[in-house]
């Protein structure tokens, strides 16, 4: 269980009133070259640099590793998406 998970079962299913299927959302918003842009330095700056160093505080990598799974969840809606 991911840490969205229980948002997302919050979320209206299918075709109840409200559905929105984020995975579409995200995958329109990165999906053109802007997005892509945005995405590939988010990945740069967040995801390939160390999320913590020895000495650091416990929190930091905490910290780190929460900014890395908002990138990983958006990474992985955009497959999502595109395999609908």
Known sequence: MSGWDELEEQQPKGNEPGFVDMDLLVAKT???????KVLAWMREFYLERPCWQ???DA???QYREGQNSVI???????KKARSK
């Open 54 to 56: 020895p000495g650091a």
């Open 72 to 78: 990983r969840d958006i990474e992985l809606r955009i």
């Open 59 to 61: 929190s930091l990598g």
């Open 30 to 36: 990165f999906g053109n070259d802007e997005g892509l």
